[in-house]
């Protein structure tokens, strides 16, 4: 990853972000790649410790410029290196494809019966000739092969050839009948005998000038027999090569399962507590993903002394590719919660982002706050999301109102805006679908009312106390159930004694 | 000079992406669209040099745009690639029809791909 790179796919937000401080970027040749620098002061962008160039402006703004810069890199660097074991992948997907299409030629049953027809007409006198197989006793006859013209073969109704697999002995019909061409023809059949099995038929026809002769049966049955086991080893291979691909696919599908998931894990928060030395707030949070990876996310991170900025979300479908449409969407809002002010605001922006480079028809709910950890003042936004409970400490809870706008990344609107306070002693408590619609083996949800009813019950509860009780009890009601979707909770308690 | 990538599915626009990237280390731009009305959008006002285009897409399919691209527009100097799901041999036929300049079956060798895009561009 170079900051070269990074400018070419952050180009738009990382100039706005230069011309706010006043500030350009160099590589690590002191090129400068993006941007007017209003000093010459320099901060070093590392990735992973390692320095990509700097940051160069007044000195009072270059170091938390390049602390952005940096932090735009590691994200572009973790995107590119999914995107590249996706890639992984897919080569090997596309290599497994190219590898059984290659066997699968190799052994070809059409094309084993067509080299014996060749060898036969080279023996036997004949103006047709077909190979008739079939892949199991009971089974339909189809043409694997033929020379000639086909309607100069006895038809399957007349009858010749169901004969010749009934009785499994080769024999010789001088001016038959035929069902489907008329008139006379002399007919030579040998049965296709592999181990135990008749795969099928051959059947040579001459116009009738020349009678066919007991050596004509004898050639044609040593053809049949050494035809017969390449038929049915191509049949037994075409069978195998099938199985195995089902079985690739299955491994390829597991693994980009996988993928999924390590990308929706890797992009949480998932040290508790996550601020051990604050004491007016606690704060915790668990995410619990179904076996087809769904797209829930959630994040927490202080603004500055007194504002901690909380999100949760749940992306629309399910795999690979909602897990990087919530990167992507995760990204975005992490970056605009940096630089704006009101929540409202935030998805507004977001979702404008998301709109301009709409890649797919995905979208995702969310809810974004802000609380003020001095003063409990909480300012929301809510983009589609199911309204977070406020448990308070008396044990009265409230659903917090609807505030917001539509899901992100869905169609252009307007987002409001949500205030309200928590006491201390007071418990915000968010969640995805997943908790209010977790389904035991009835296919009954576990529902808002019974969430509301617990939350009233578990008041007096640490967050994180809180959180594994409805984890328990919603286990409880699921039971055997398999998990259909992801489960997530925050829940944000403010002390009941603040500090002075 | 430019790339665009046309595929309804984003997971495949996603990895046709990732597989030409190091393009962009050679000044190439990569461009994409989401279906056929705007593939031919961005054709004309884009110009690419070449063109990765998934023939099943809705509104307008691979074929319709490569043929307004190729024998309405005569735009000659871009480079058609057809990318399309394997198994269907008959349409190879119908694309070199409407003036495709290359056909690739899916799943596509990411490999071949870049190797073709370089040759095109004369990288």
Same mark, same amino acid.
């Given at each position: 990853?170079?900051?070269?790179?990074?400018?070419?796919?952050?180009?738009?937000?990382?100039?706005?972000?230069?011309?706010?401080?006043?500030?350009?970027?160099?590589?690590?040749?002191?090129?400068?790649?993006?941007?007017?620098?209003?000093?010459?002061?320099?901060?070093? @962008?590392?990735?992973? #410790?390692?320095?990509?160039?700097?940051?160069?402006?007044?000195?009072?703004?270059?170091?938390?410029? $390049?602390?952005?810069?940096?932090?735009?890199?590691?994200?572009?660097?973790?995107?590119?290196?999914?995107?590249?074991?996706?890639?992984?992948?897919? +080569?090997?997907?596309?290599?497994?494809? =190219?590898?059984?299409?290659?066997?699968?030629?190799? *052994?070809?049953?059409?094309?084993?019966?067509?080299?014996?027809?060749?060898?036969?007409?080279?023996?036997?006198?004949?103006?047709?000739? !077909?190979?008739?197989?079939?892949?199991?006793?009971?089974?339909?006859?189809?043409?694997?092969?033929?020379? #000639?013209?086909?309607?100069?073969?006895?038809?399957?109704?007349?009858?010749?050839?169901?004969?010749?697999?009934?009785?499994?002995?080769?024999?010789?019909?001088?001016?038959?009948?035929?069902?489907?061409?008329?008139?006379?023809?002399?007919?030579?059949?040998?049965?296709?005998?592999?181990?135990?099995?008749?795969?099928?038929?051959?059947?040579?026809?001459?116009?009738?000038?020349?009678?066919?002769?007991?050596?004509?049966?004898?050639?044609?049955?040593?053809?049949?027999?050494?035809?017969?086991?390449?038929?049915?080893?191509?049949?037994?291979?075409?069978?195998?090569?099938? $199985?195995?691909?089902?079985?690739?696919?299955?491994?390829?599908?597991?693994?980009?399962?996988?993928?999924?998931?390590?990308? =929706?894990?890797?992009? @949480?928060?998932?040290?508790?507590?996550?601020?051990?030395?604050?004491?007016? *707030?606690?704060?915790?949070?668990?995410?619990?993903?179904?076996?087809?990876?769904?797209?829930?996310?959630?994040?927490?991170?202080?603004?500055?002394?007194?504002?901690?900025?909380?999100?949760?979300?749940?992306?629309?479908?399910?795999?690979?590719?909602?897990?990087?449409?919530?990167?992507?969407?995760?990204?975005?809002?992490?970056?605009?919660?940096?630089?704006?002010?009101?929540?409202? /605001?935030?998805?507004?922006?977001?979702?404008?982002?998301?709109?301009?480079?709409?890649?797919?028809?995905?979208?995702?709910?969310?809810?974004?706050? %802000?609380?003020?950890?001095?003063?409990?003042?909480?300012?929301?936004?809510?983009? !589609?999301?199911?309204?977070?409970?406020?448990? +308070?400490?008396?044990?009265? @809870?409230?659903?917090?109102?609807?505030? #917001?706008?539509?899901?992100?990344?869905? *169609?252009?609107?307007?987002?409001?805006? !949500?205030?309200?306070?928590? =006491?201390?002693?007071?418990?915000?408590?968010?969640?995805?679908?997943?908790?209010?619609?977790?389904?035991?083996?009835?296919?009954?949800?576990?529902?808002?009312?019974?969430?509301?009813?617990?939350?009233? /019950?578990?008041?007096?509860?640490?967050?994180?106390?809180?959180?594994?009780? @409805?984890?328990?009890? %919603?286990?409880?009601?699921? #039971?055997?159930?398999?998990?259909?979707?992801?489960?997530?909770?925050?829940?944000?308690?403010?002390?009941?004694?603040?500090?002075? | 000079?430019?790339?665009?990538?046309?595929?309804?599915?984003?997971?495949?626009?996603? &990895?046709?992406?990732?597989?030409?990237?190091? &393009?962009?280390?050679?000044?190439?731009?990569?461009?994409?669209?989401?279906?056929?009305?705007?593939?031919?959008?961005?054709?004309?006002?884009?110009?690419?040099?070449?063109?990765?285009?998934?023939?099943?897409?809705?509104?307008?399919?691979?074929?319709?745009?490569?043929?307004?691209?190729?024998?309405?527009?005569?735009?000659?100097?871009?480079?058609?690639?057809?990318?399309?799901?394997?198994?269907?041999?008959?349409?190879?036929?119908?694309?070199?029809?409407?003036?495709?300049?290359?056909?690739?079956?899916?799943?596509?060798?990411?490999?071949?791909?870049?190797?073709?895009?370089?040759?095109?561009?004369?990288?």
């Amino acid at each position: 990853m170079t900051l070269k790179a990074l400018v070419r796919t952050d180009g738009a937000p990382l100039a706005a972000l230069l011309e706010l401080f006043g500030a350009a970027i160099e590589d690590a040749d002191g090129k400068s790649l993006l941007g007017k620098a209003a000093g010459d002061s320099r901060a070093a @962008v590392l990735l992973d #410790g390692t320095p990509l160039g700097n940051v160069v402006g007044l000195a009072e703004h270059v170091a938390a410029a $390049a602390a952005l810069v940096s932090h735009l890199a590691a994200k572009e660097s973790e995107r590119r290196s999914l995107a590249n074991e996706v890639l992984h992948l897919y +080569r090997e997907v596309h290599l497994i494809d =190219q590898l059984s299409e290659e066997l699968t030629a190799l *052994f070809d049953a059409g094309a084993a019966a067509h080299s014996a027809l060749t060898q036969a007409a080279r023996l036997v006198q004949s103006m047709a000739s !077909g190979i008739f197989v079939r892949r199991a006793e009971g089974e339909e006859l189809a043409c694997a092969a033929h020379t #000639g013209d086909l309607a100069a073969l006895p038809a399957k109704e007349s009858g010749f050839l169901e004969e010749v697999l009934v009785r499994g002995a080769a024999s010789i019909v001088n001016a038959g009948e035929m069902a489907s061409g008329g008139g006379l023809r002399n007919l030579l059949f040998a049965p296709l005998r592999a181990k135990q099995r008749i795969v099928g038929v051959i059947v040579l026809v001459n116009d009738g000038s020349r009678p066919y002769s007991a050596a004509d049966l004898k050639l044609l049955n040593t053809i049949a027999l050494q035809t017969a086991a390449a038929i049915e080893n191509s049949m037994l291979c075409a069978e195998m090569v099938e $199985a195995a691909r089902s079985r690739e696919q299955l491994t390829a599908l597991q693994r980009e399962l996988e993928t999924a998931r390590a990308i =929706q894990h890797s992009l @949480v928060p998932r040290t508790f507590p996550p601020f051990p030395d604050r004491k007016e *707030f606690e704060l915790h949070a668990q995410m619990l993903s179904a076996r087809a990876v769904g797209g829930d996310f959630f994040n927490f991170f202080l603004l500055d002394e007194e504002h901690l900025a909380l999100v949760i979300g749940d992306v629309s479908g399910k795999g690979t590719a909602s897990a990087l449409f919530m990167a992507v969407a995760h990204t975005h809002l992490r970056t605009v919660a940096a630089k704006n002010g009101e929540p409202a /605001e935030c998805m507004a922006e977001v979702n404008r982002i998301l709109l301009a480079d709409k890649a797919s028809s995905m979208y995702a709910t969310c809810f974004y706050a %802000i609380l003020n950890t001095r003063t409990g003042e909480l300012r929301f936004s809510n983009a !589609g999301h199911n309204p977070p409970y406020l448990v +308070r400490g008396d044990g009265a @809870v409230e659903e917090l109102p609807q505030d #917001g706008g539509p899901p992100l990344g869905l *169609f252009a609107g307007v987002y409001a805006g !949500g205030v309200t306070a928590l =006491q201390p002693g007071d418990t915000l408590y968010l969640y995805t679908d997943g908790v209010p619609e977790a389904m035991n083996a009835d296919e009954e949800d576990y529902g808002d009312e019974t969430l509301a009813a617990a939350l009233r /019950e578990l008041s007096s509860h640490s967050p994180r106390e809180l959180i594994a009780d @409805v984890h328990a009890r %919603i286990s409880a009601f699921v #039971g055997d159930a398999p998990q259909s979707d992801d489960i997530t909770m925050i829940a944000l308690k403010r002390a009941s004694v603040q500090p002075a | 000079m430019k790339i665009l990538i046309v595929d309804d599915e984003p997971h495949l626009r996603m &990895l046709i992406r990732q597989s030409l990237e190091e &393009l962009e280390d050679d000044g190439v731009e990569l461009l994409s669209a989401a279906d056929g009305e705007a593939a031919l959008a961005a054709i004309q006002a884009e110009t690419p040099r070449l063109v990765v285009l998934d023939v099943m897409m809705p509104k307008k399919n691979g074929f319709d745009v490569c043929h307004t691209v190729k024998r309405e527009l005569g735009m000659d100097g871009t480079f058609i690639i057809l990318l399309t799901a394997k198994g269907q041999e008959f349409d190879r036929q119908r694309g070199l029809d409407a003036g495709a300049d290359l056909y690739m079956t899916k799943p596509f060798d990411p490999d071949a791909l870049l190797e073709q895009a370089r040759a095109v561009l004369g990288l």
